[in-house]
């Protein structure tokens, strides 16, 4: 049954982020809905489906995307497995902190990317970078990550009584 479920999880995924998470685009900066699955998926089932979870998400996404080859194919596991350490060992699970994780994930993910540009191109401007693409990349995938942490626990009262009683 998680074989259909993460399948279709990663069939899904894909199309729901090019189709309708850019409709939120501020500017060129769009919520990264993968990057927050992945970091759901560490955090509520653990690193070993994260990392599996990232490598299927991030070899998806570097192929049908026009970005850099293995880019997110190296970073997407590196979150899973991250989420999934910290969130089962490091972190006490409430509701508050799920969103500052998420910025946290972010801004090790965006570091990785800028680094690995950085390297393949000397010429990039890093405080540009920096500040007018890793900086509001982070803080917007925490502002998304809290709102569809809210909107799952909307739904799923269960699993938000289960993460404040953990």
Not at 4 to 26: E, T
Not at 53 to 69: A, E, H, V
Request: a positive charge.
């Amino acid at each position: 049954m998680k074989l259909f479920v993460y399948g279709g999880a990663i069939l899904l995924i894909i199309p729901f982020q090019v189709v309708v998470i850019h409709q939120f685009a501020i500017g060129s900066i769009v919520p990264d809905s993968i990057l927050l699955t992945i970091c759901l998926v560490g955090l509520w089932r653990g690193k070993l489906e994260a990392v599996v979870l990232g490598i299927g998400l991030g070899f998806l996404q570097d192929l049908l995307s026009g970005s850099m080859l293995w880019v997110n194919l190296i970073t997407k596991p590196l979150i899973g497995l991250a989420a999934g350490v910290w969130g089962r060992t490091v972190l006490s699970l409430t509701s508050w902190i799920i969103p500052i994780f998420v910025m946290g994930i972010s801004f090790i993910s965006n570091l990785l990317v800028l680094v690995f540009f950085k390297i393949h191109s000397p010429e990039m401007d890093i405080i540009r970078a920096f500040f007018g693409t890793f900086l509001p990349q982070v803080l917007y995938d925490g502002v998304f990550g809290a709102i569809v942490l809210l909107a799952v626990f909307l739904l799923f009262p269960t699993l938000y009584r289960n993460v404040r009683n953990l």
